[in-house]
C-alpha cells in the first residue's frame, strides 16, 4: 500500500478546487448532532478492490437525510468528508481539514480525484454544520482502490430498446421533507432523497447518474420523452438535492421523478410515491372552532 500521500491532490466539483498542503489542529471534543434513524453514507459505483485511473470522479451517496452546506442549521443535514489514506477521525470531535481529510462543505455529492499510482484506501464520514460527526456517527466502509495511468475507457452508457438509459437496480428516489399528509408554510425547502443512483447536472451523461425534478399538481408526464419544463415541472438541473418553492394556500400532490442528462427519465423509471401537503398561513391545521350552546332562560 501507498504510504506516502500525493501532495498533488486535487478535488474539484463544477469548477470548485480545493488544494489543501497542511493539516488544521483538531477541534476539541463537541456536542455531536443526532442522525436520522436508518441513515447511511457510502459511494456510488465504486467498490473495495476497484481500479480507478489517476483522474477520477467519485460519487457519494447519502440514504436517509439530506445535504446542506456546512454553517446551516437544518435538521437532518449535514455535509461530505472523504478521507483519503488515513483512519477513521475522532467522532467525537471536528473532522480534521488537511489533504487527508477533504471536506465538501459546500453540499457537493461528488468530486474529482487526482491519485497518484498505486494502491490508495477511501471512506466518507458524514458531518453537521460544524464538521463533526453525528451521533450515532454516518461513516462508510473503508474500500482500498488501485490507481493506475491508464484504464480501458469504459463505453459509452448503453440505452435500452427504447432509447432510454437504464437505471441502476433498486433505485429509488423519495422525499426527506416534506412527508406526505404535512401541513406546510406557502414558502418551504423540499429535500430529495436517492438511493443507488448518483446525481450528475443536466447534460452530463455518466453511467447511473441524473438529476432531480418535482412534479406539482400534475400527472405523470410521459416516460420517453424530456420532461417539459414549467411551473408545474420543475427541473434541478444543477444537480440540486433540495429546493426552497412557494406554494398557494390550499391542498398541493408533490412526486419527485429522475432523469438522465437529456431529462428523459430512465427505464424502468425512478419516481417518488405522491405525497399531499397542506399549505396554510402558519404551517400548522387550522383551529377547530367550538360551537357553543347557548342555554336556555
Not at 486535487?10 to 470548485?16: A, D, E, P
Not at 454516518?138 to 437505471?167: E, F, H, M
Not at 430529495?192 to 453511467?207: E, H, Q, R, S, W
Amino acid at each position: 500500500m501507498t504510504n506516502r500521500f500525493p501532495t498533488s491532490l486535487v478535488v474539484s466539483l463544477l469548477g470548485l478546487v480545493v488544494l489543501s498542503e497542511t493539516a488544521m489542529a483538531q477541534a476539541p471534543t463537541a456536542t455531536p448532532t443526532s442522525s436520522a434513524p436508518g441513515s447511511a453514507v457510502y459511494f456510488v459505483g465504486l467498490k473495495d478492490g476497484d481500479t480507478i485511473p489517476t483522474k477520477s470522479t467519485v460519487h457519494f451517496g447519502l440514504r436517509g437525510m439530506g445535504v446542506a452546506p456546512a454553517g446551516s442549521d437544518r435538521a437532518n443535514t449535514g455535509h461530505h468528508h472523504l478521507i483519503i489514506d488515513a483512519p477513521t477521525p475522532s467522532l467525537n470531535a471536528e473532522i480534521p481539514s488537511d489533504a487527508q481529510h477533504v471536506h465538501f462543505g459546500a453540499g457537493q455529492t461528488e468530486a474529482e480525484l487526482t491519485l497518484t499510482p498505486g494502491e490508495h484506501t477511501l471512506q466518507l464520514v458524514f458531518g453537521d454544520k460544524n464538521h463533526v460527526p453525528h451521533s450515532p456517527p454516518l461513516v462508510s466502509d473503508r474500500i482500498k482502490v488501485k490507481v493506475v495511468d491508464q484504464v480501458p475507457s469504459p463505453p459509452p452508457q448503453a440505452s435500452t430498446t427504447n432509447g432510454r438509459k437504464p437505471s441502476a437496480k433498486d433505485a429509488k428516489e423519495y422525499f426527506i421533507y416534506p412527508k406526505d399528509g404535512y401541513y406546510v408554510k406557502p414558502s418551504l425547502v423540499v429535500r430529495f432523497g436517492l438511493v443507488n443512483m448518483g446525481i450528475a447536472p443536466a447534460g452530463l451523461d455518466k453511467p447511473n447518474t441524473g438529476h432531480h425534478h418535482l412534479l406539482i399538481d400534475t400527472e405523470l408526464p410521459p416516460l420517453d420523452q424530456p420532461i417539459p419544463n414549467d411551473l408545474n415541472h420543475l427541473h434541478f438541473g444543477s444537480g440540486q438535492t433540495e429546493a426552497k418553492i412557494t406554494l398557494p394556500p390550499g391542498t398541493h400532490k408533490l412526486r419527485l421523478l429522475f432523469a438522465d442528462a437529456s431529462h428523459v427519465p430512465h427505464d424502468p423509471a425512478i419516481y417518488s410515491d405522491v405525497i399531499t401537503v397542506t399549505v396554510t398561513p402558519s404551517g400548522r391545521p387550522p383551529k377547530r372552532h367550538r360551537h357553543h350552546r347557548r342555554s336556555s332562560e
